[in-house]
Nanobody, 115 residues
Framework: QVQVVESGGGLVQAGGSLRLSCAASGLSFGISAMAWYRQAPGKQRDFVAVVDDGGSTDYADHVKGRFTITRDNAKNTVYLQLDSLKPEDTAVYYC?????????WGQGTLVTVSS
């Protein structure tokens, strides 16, 4: 059974940086897309960034130029570098991995940005 676990969240001041990690285990197939979403309190879960198995990336407009997604296929891991953080970036960040056309979600990691 595939499991996905995020780490790296925490409390940071506005303008600061964090690096989130997400590792998959229990794989029988390769991972096509790896993506990050976030859910702020009282809001729906929104797309943040994605990297496909060819290395192509895409970002939500509100994080372009500040966040960077990368993947390490050898480690079945995806990273999200968060720079120039703003209080409105406060949310639970979720990782999604697409394995054999099935989306597998992690449990989330909380990022809190203080003003």
């Amino acid at each position: 059974q595939v499991q996905v676990v995020e780490s790296g969240g925490g409390l940071v001041q506005a303008g600061g940086s964090l690096r989130l990690s997400c590792a998959a285990s229990g794989l029988s197939f390769g991972i096509s897309a790896m993506a990050w979403y976030r859910q702020a309190p009282g809001k729906q879960r929104d797309f943040v960034a994605v990297v496909d198995d060819g290395g192509s990336t895409d970002y939500a407009d509100h994080v372009k130029g500040r966040f960077t997604i990368t993947r390490d296929n050898a480690k079945n891991t995806v990273y999200l570098q968060l720079d120039s953080l703003k209080p409105e970036d406060t949310a639970v960040y979720y990782c999604k991995m697409v394995v054999n056309y099935v989306a597998v979600w992690g449990q989330g990691t909380l990022v809190t940005v203080s003003s």
